[in-house]
């Protein structure tokens, strides 16, 4: 079990305030990771981070967009000050534009883009370096089953973003190996968040009709990721890299003719 202790370890999470990145963030600290969490969330990252500091680990606070460039080089700068250290970096925050392919707008699809891929980028890069120059460090982008498969219903720009974050880690974690860094992506089906829930709230079939898609009988939930991040944090997978991992209730491996086995 000690391969999974984090103590002594630092993460950068960002995205810490609500949904997957608030759960990965709790569960880095409570096996042991001193944490620096980002968000554009203020009354949430004070929730998060105040649950951390209720485990007895060190934790800061950042007002951060993902999609500034300029900021995440502030952010590491001040990353090095206060911990003057990186082990590990959760790239969980990026906000989507849903929009007919006939319609949207080449701003729009630039924004996601900003959102999702260059902010993403930037952050391996400044965590890379960094990494790098200790001989060690772990990067998890969490992406999305659009990467593989598409979606329809107007996910065209995000679905782009996602598969380009996809090819950004395979091609990271190439160049990076050697280093000791170590690049991975976490491919969530439908979780349960604050958007979801605003998107279920308008459309009451949302819910069932994705559903037939995930043999495990029910979406995914923030704390789902909990196990995932813990282990692509720690030693336990020193020679995981470059894996795109799906949490999705079984939703890849089903065929779309395929019928969801007996419910327990």
């Known amino acids: 079990m000690n391969r999974f202790d984090l103590t002594g370890k630092v993460a950068v999470v960002s995205g810490a305030a609500s949904g997957m990145g608030r759960a990965g963030a709790i569960a880095l600290a409570e096996h042991g990771a001193d944490l620096l969490l980002l968000d554009l969330n203020d009354e949430g990252l004070a929730r998060t981070a105040a649950d951390i500091a209720a485990l007895g680990r060190r934790v800061e606070v950042r007002r951060c967009d993902v999609g500034d460039e300029e900021r995440i080089g502030d952010i590491f700068a ?60 772990s990067i998890v982008n969490i992406g ?80 789902d990721i909990q196990g995932l991040m813990v282990l692509l944090a720690s030693d336990a997978s020193d020679w995981i890299t470059g894996a795109t991992i799906p949490m999705d209730g079984g939703n890849l491996a089903m065929n779309s003719g395929g019928t969801i086995g007996r419910r327990p």
């Open 78 to 137: 001040e990353l090095d000050r206060l911990y003057g250290r990186v082990d590990f970096l959760a790239n969980v925050a990026g906000e989507g534009i849903l929009g007919d392919p006939t319609s949207i707008t080449g701003d729009e699809v630039r924004q996601v883009f900003r959102n999702l891929v260059f902010g993403r980028f930037r952050m391996c890069q400044e965590a890379g370096r960094r990494m790098l120059a200790a001989g060690r460090g």
């Open 144 to 223: 999305s089953l659009a990467s593989h498969t598409a979606l329809g219903r107007g996910h065209v720009a995000y679905s782009m973003a996602m598969g380009a974050v996809v090819q950004m880690t395979r091609e990271l974690s190439t160049e990076w190996a050697g280093g000791g860094v170590r690049v991975n992506a976490i491919l969530p089906a439908q979780v349960v968040n604050p958007s979801l829930e605003k998107r279920m709230a308008v459309d009451p079939t949302l819910e069932g009709r994705w559903l037939t898609g995930i043999p495990r009988g029910r979406l995914g939930r923030p704390n």
